[in-house]
């Protein structure tokens, strides 16, 4: 069982920049993807952006392409999402999920494992 926690949410003007961080109980290399969805209120969850094993690989949503940047450190159990120019519409509880599933390519939304989520709020 892995368990995932989000840290480095909050409240931001539109404009600024957040980073939020993904701790894993278990080595994170064991893990094929990891990856960051998102849930704003009366929408679906949808995925930003995810990372292979090894982080040598990237997928990003488009609307989020230029903006935000997914990384990893396997050392330290982490995952991260630097997310800058953030826009009110940005606005969402941000969840971190990982996979040790290797059928998937990085755009598929399938993932065992989750986290409780962190709210990141951007005022106007």
């Known amino acids: 069982q892995v368990q995932l926690r989000e840290s480095g949410g909050g409240l931001v003007q539109a404009g600024g920049s957040l980073r939020l961080s993904c701790a894993a109980s278990?080595?994170?290399?064991?893990?094929?993807?990891m990856g960051w969805f998102r849930q704003a209120p009366g929408k679906d969850r949808e995925l930003l952006a995810a990372i292979n094993q090894n982080g040598d690989s990237t997928y990003y949503a488009d609307f989020v392409k230029g903006r935000f940047t997914i990384s990893r450190d396997n050392a330290k159990n982490t995952m991260y999402l630097q997310m800058n120019s953030l826009k009110p519409e940005d606005t969402a509880v941000y969840y971190c999920?990982?996979?040790?599933?290797?059928?998937?390519?990085?755009?598929?939304?399938?993932?065992?494992?989750w986290g409780q989520g962190t709210q990141v709020t951007v005022s106007s």
């Open positions: 999920a990982a996979d040790g599933r290797l059928r998937w390519g990085l755009s598929t939304t399938k993932y065992d494992y």
């Open positions: 278990v080595r994170t290399s064991s893990n094929a993807r």
